[in-house]
């Protein structure tokens, strides 16, 4: 059957109340009403599946933790389990002596003696009788006059006082009573009030306080709008008599969605109290929903004296009891009320949230109050003990700046606009792919993925191991100004993952970097963009680095304009490193999967040989990072070795060829420290050391003073020789990890023979468990060939 197409020939409108003064609409309401939870009896009675007992308790033991001190706990006459569930409750003590355990009963003198009997002994119960007042209820399904109806609510009501009063005498329990004329919103105003102030007289013991009647007046059923449900609530609040012993009470039911609106405007029109159900349950549309009442109130400064700070935890109980799950759009409670999809919106929070940040820094400098303002979040899920995960939900419809928002607020990375842009692209591919929402965890690991980002398993085919940066002044500085300096860039890079030493020049460490790749990888890239945050604020702080490159064009022009680029990110506790990581990054994206050239495993005397590719060829053996200087030193002494052997030098022969060099051992060999001792003089503030060595296979016991071990090692090795030693340069790395880990020293030293002879230098390489004397065994092994020539020189003076 259709709709008709005038349905006011079968469907009746309500009749407003005549209500000329008004009042409640120009009210604000400041303060929470009192909260009766009826989940337990007017909710369970609305299941397919009525709860357990043990389904109840766990419900009731919710109730109290969330701070409700009235609650409606069963129809006691209903059933032998509503009955026992009560007697339970007080038996077992369940029941806080703060809290007032509510009963319904209709208008039978047999189920109200049952419903007494159900809580006697309990430290406060409230008994609710009703019956229903509205005319179709009278004349059909009662068949009662008006007259009947009233005289129906006062025996009975009579009734309950004197059940009440004889078991208040025997167990002590504290009573108060509650009328509910049953459809009152469909019931005439002026008889829902005759029939009240006949309950009224006939229980005749109203007062003040906890002495006052209850009168509980529902919507059983939802016939018209939210303002004509006040309009009624004010009419009777302000013409029942004695208004102050009466507690109003409001029981909306949601037949027309408006449930929350009628209660709020009823409270507005008068009303102390609302019964309801968590999350709405209840017949047919359900009963009110406390939850979204109360929070309705907190958002609006006021504290609803009932706490749903976890309230994942209250939805998993009321779902597991109710056996009905909670809408995602369920305000306050869905899955999705916090989630913005839309880009727009997305960017809008993400936009609101910078915002706040900002506000409350100068708020909480200033001493003055942090409030919430977000756009689209009229509360903070963190309030309600949920994260921010969900804010911001990601499918095909979403924008740049909701994924923006979430990389940053899960790794902690706040992408230039660009860059955003960039990845945003990368997103909507995957989900137009893949034809659904993209969770966080998918745009993480793909972030992760695109930028070679958060560690080894999402290394890209460069990674870079270590490096120095140095700097010299440019050649054509002018001497009266201070001198502009180039950065060089000295490191390691796991190139496929065979290590390899790269070098370049620039005017900063990333440009130096780029100029290292260009050279020694054939990865011809310039910088474009630039951008850097920290993340952190205490000693724990890092750097963020983000860089945009683009392929090297004929000029700075075409360069700038290129359509083609690549944006990486890097983060280290040093702001140089994460540029540096960021450039590789970035790096790892142009190659793609094209041919790089190889690390030779033999070294020739040619033209393409370099002093990289002979420091590598050391790294990847013996693990040891040459610093520049010896890798340019060693590289001579190559050219020579190759020269003499047809131009050509083995891998294995370069190796021994360095060992035999600088005197350097991974095992016991020429240059031992047996024992040393180092003491501090306190007079002087410099280092005395002695101790006994092997140098060249001989023992040796060795004393000097100096700044330091190295150069009081450096002031007893001149005390054996007629020339002069000094340190030149000297560094260090560890090799290894963990218990295994050994420091590695370098030591170049400058000597000058006995009457002016010219000086030259010579290097040490030694590695040690100690860092202290791996630099001592450095140094003898960079003074060997010193005392070798001192002895010639020696020798020769005696025979002349």
């Known amino acids: 059957m259709p709709m008709l197409a005038d349905p006011s020939i079968k469907y009746k409108p309500y009749t407003p109340l005549d209500l000329p003064n008004r009042q409640w609409p120009g009210k604000v309401n400041r303060a929470p009403p009192i909260w009766l939870s009826t989940d337990l009896r007017d909710g369970n009675q609305a299941l397919a599946n009525p709860m357990t007992v043990a389904q109840k ?3 009731f033991d919710t109730l109290i933790k969330c701070g409700f001190k009235e609650i409606e706990i069963a129809y006691p006459a209903a059933s032998d389990t509503d009955f026992n569930f009560v007697r339970g409750l007080i038996e077992q003590g369940k029941v806080p002596d703060d809290v007032w355990i509510q009963v319904l009963t209709p208008a039978r003198e047999d189920l109200i003696k049952r419903t007494v009997d159900a809580v006697a002994g309990c430290k406060r119960a ?38 009440t009063e004889e078991c208040t005498a025997k167990y002590g329990t504290q009573f108060r009573y509650e009328y509910s004329p049953e459809t009152f919103s469909q019931t005439e105003p002026a008889f829902a009030l005759e029939v009240c102030e006949a309950v009224k007289k006939a229980w005749g013991k109203a007062g003040l306080g906890d002495e006052r009647i209850i009168f509980n007046l529902p919507a059983t059923v939802e016939i018209g709008p939210p303002n004509h449900y006040a309009d009624l609530v004010e009419h009777f609040c302000s013409s029942i008599s004695e208004r102050e012993k009466i507690v109003i009470s409001l029981h909306p039911h949601n037949d ?41 109130l907190y958002t609006q400064g006021v504290h609803p004296n009932v706490d749903f700070s976890d309230i994942q935890a209250v939805i998993d109980v009321v779902t597991a009891c109710n056996d009905l799950p909670v809408h995602p759009r369920h305000p306050y409670a869905g899955e999705l009320v916090f989630t913005a999809f839309s880009g727009s919106h997305q960017d809008a929070i993400k936009k609101g949230f910078e915002a706040q940040r900002v506000r409350h820094q100068k708020a909480a400098r200033d001493g003055e109050m942090q409030y919430w303002d977000i756009p689209y979040l009229p509360i903070d899920p963190a309030d309600l003990g949920c994260n921010y995960e969900a804010v911001i939900r990601v499918n095909a419809q979403s924008g740049k700046g909701g994924i923006a928002y979430l990389v940053q607020h899960h790794l902690g990375l706040d992408m230039p606009r660009k860059m955003q842009v960039a990845f945003y692209q990368v997103i909507q591919d995957i989900a137009d792919r893949e034809a659904r929402e993209m969770t966080v965890e998918d745009i993480t690991t793909a972030f992760r993925n695109t930028y070679h980002f958060g560690g080894s398993a999402y290394e890209g085919r460069l990674v870079l191991k270590s490096y120095r940066i140095s700097s010299e002044p440019t050649p054509d500085s002018l001497s009266d100004e201070a001198a502009d300096e180039r950065r060089q860039f000295d490191g390691t890079v796991s190139v496929d993952g065979v290590l390899r030493v790269i070098r370049g020049d620039g005017n900063g460490p990333l440009s130096a970097l780029l100029d290292a790749l260009r050279t020694h990888l054939d990865i011809d ?86 002093q990289a590719d002979v420091a590598s060829a050391i790294l990847n053996s013996l693990q040891l990072e040459l610093p520049r200087r010896l890798q340019a030193s060693f590289f001579e002494v190559v050219q020579r070795a190759a020269r003499d052997h047809g131009g050509e030098i083995s891998y294995e022969d370069l190796v ?31 280092a005395r050391l002695s101790g006994n060595f092997i140098l060249n296979g001989k023992p040796v016991a060795l004393e000097g003073e100096g700044n ?51 000086k030259w230098a010579m290097w040490g390489v030694a590695i040690d468990h100690d860092i202290t004397a791996s630099g001592l065994k450095a140094v003898l092994a960079a003074t060997r060939a010193v005392e070798n020539a001192d002895r010639a020189a020696q020798a020769a003076a005696e025979q002349k």
């Not at 560890?734 to 002016?756: D, H, L, N, R, T």
């Open 57 to 59: 308790t766990v419900f």
């Open 126 to 163: 409230i008994i609710h009788m009703y019956n229903a007042t509205c005319c179709t209820f009278r004349e059909v399904v009662f068949r009662n006059s008006k007259e009947e109806t009233v005289r129906l609510a006062a025996k009975h009501t009579e009734i309950v006082r004197k059940l």
């Open 256 to 296: 027309r969605g408006t449930s929350i609106a009628a209660a709020e405007f009823g409270i507005l029109a008068g009303a102390d109290r609302v019964e309801g159900c968590l999350f709405g349950n209840g017949e047919r549309t359900g009963n009110v929903d406390l939850v979204n009442l109360a929070l309705n």
């Open 525 to 610: 890239l310039t910088l474009r963009e630039y951008s850097e945050h920290t993340i952190g604020s205490d000693q724990s702080a890092k750097a963020a680095s983000y860089v945009e490159i683009v392929p090297q064009g004929p000029d700075v022009k075409q360069t700038r304009q290129s359509a083609e680029s690549w944006w990486g990110v890097g983060v280290d506790a040093d702001i140089a490193g994460s540029g540096l990581r960021a450039v590789l990054s970035a790096a790892n994206s142009a190659i793609g999967d094209r041919q790089l050239p190889e690390l030779k495993l033999s070294v020739g005397f040619n033209a393409k040989t370099g």
């Open 656 to 686: 021994e060829l360095f060992r035999e060099t600088y005197g350097y051992y991974e095992e016991e060999g020429r240059f031992v420290v047996k024992s040393f001792k180092l003491e501090h003089l306190p007079e002087s503030g410099r």
């Open 708 to 758: 330091g071990p190295l150069s009081a090692t450096v002031e007893a090795v001149n005390r054996g020789l007629d020339g002069k030693v000094s340190i030149r340069e000297y560094a260090e790395h560890s090799i290894g990890e963990g218990s295994e880990v050994k420091a590695a020293s370098y030591v170049e030293i400058a000597y000058e023979g006995p009457g002016g002879s010219p």
